[in-house]
């Protein structure tokens, strides 16, 4: 084991060509403890090739509006919490955490169902991915949707979403 010190530099030196970081990251909802969930979804937002991610729930019946609970926007300051035409049709029927990767429009990840609520992941816009998610991309993307609902469901954060964001 050595006793070394990480020396930064050497991951901030890039070749230029080589990817560029986003100019703005917008956070909404990660006040305190909720602050758990910036790192995964960023991570998911950047292996979907996608401008927004959002941690968002619904009810399950009733009023099925999406409701934003964390959001982080690579695009816009403040971030964007329109959630209009957001389907979430495809998590309906989903009873384990599944994956829909829709292309360049994005991914979905159903997390799961407390309480008469659904909780979802999306990852959307930047339209910069063509194909869909390599292997193992893939598998990236749902060990963090794991992280997120690990959050939400052992640590009960899922109990505190509030009705208005």
């Known amino acids: 084991m050595s006793d070394e010190i990480i020396d930064i530099t050497?991951?901030?030196?890039?070749?230029?060509?080589?990817?560029?970081?986003?100019?703005t990251i917008a956070l909404w909802g990660v006040d305190g403890e909720r602050s758990r969930f910036a790192l995964p979804l960023w991570r998911v937002v950047h292996l979907a090739g996608a401008d927004r991610g959002v941690i968002l729930w619904r009810?399950?019946?009733?009023?099925?509006?999406?409701?934003?609970?964390v959001v982080i926007d690579l695009a816009r300051d403040p971030?964007?919490?329109?959630?209009?035409?957001?389907?979430?049709?495809?998590?309906?029927?989903?009873?384990?955490?599944?994956?829909?990767?829709?292309?360049?429009?994005?991914?979905?990840?159903c997390l799961g169902s407390r309480d008469g609520r659904i909780?979802?992941?999306?990852a959307e816009g930047g339209e910069s991915r063509r194909t869909p998610l390599e292997p193992k991309k893939r598998e990236?993307?749902?060990?963090?949707?794991?992280?997120c609902a690990g959050l939400l469901f052992l640590r009960d954060f899922a109990d505190g979403a509030e009705e208005d964001p």
């Open 10 to 23: 050497r991951y901030l030196e890039r070749d230029p060509v080589e990817e560029v970081l986003p100019r």
């Open 59 to 69: 009810h399950a019946s009733g009023d099925r509006a999406p409701q934003p609970f």
């Open 79 to 109: 971030a964007r919490l329109d959630l209009d035409g957001v389907s979430l049709d495809c998590c309906e029927a989903a009873e384990t955490t599944t994956l829909y990767d829709l292309g360049s429009a994005g991914l979905v990840v």
């Open 119 to 122: 909780w979802c992941l999306l």
């Open 140 to 147: 990236d993307v749902l060990f963090l949707a794991g992280e």
